[in-house]
């Protein structure tokens, strides 16, 4: 499964998870991708991958059946 967004291109993240002795071991930050119907400009209906923040932000109009 795709972890890419494909209105802002939001994708995971490497970094180091810091422990209290300051061991650093890698991890990884996923955005939350919703597979989710879409309403296109032109009147389609498309389902795309997205993330909340798209969502919150409106940048998407979700279609509802």
Known sequence: MSKICEICGRKPQAGNQ????AKKSS??????IQSV???????QIKRMKVC????KAGKVK????
């Open 52 to 55: 909340t923040r798209c969502l």
């Open 37 to 43: 119907r879409v309403k296109l400009e032109n009147g």
């Open 18 to 21: 810091i422990s209290h002795s």
């Open 27 to 32: 991890r990884w930050w996923y955005p939350n």
């Open 62 to 65: 979700k279609a509802v059946s």
